[in-house]
């Protein structure tokens, strides 16, 4: 059960690092990497949106 959560998780942060530019952080300070992270994030849900809504 628990290597099925992983592979989804780790799916996302993969995403992330690929298409969503996150493999190497271009700002400095916590805040706006946090800032960055949480929108690739929401780039990757709003991407897995339309598969989500067909299942």
Do not use: D
């Amino acid at each position: 059960l628990s290597q099925k959560h992983r592979k989804r998780i780790e799916e996302a942060f993969g995403w992330a690092k690929t298409v969503g530019g996150m493999a190497q952080t271009v700002y400095r300070r916590i805040e706006r990497v946090r800032s960055r992270f949480i929108l690739t994030m929401v780039a990757n849900n709003l991407a897995r949106l339309p598969r989500l809504l067909a299942a």
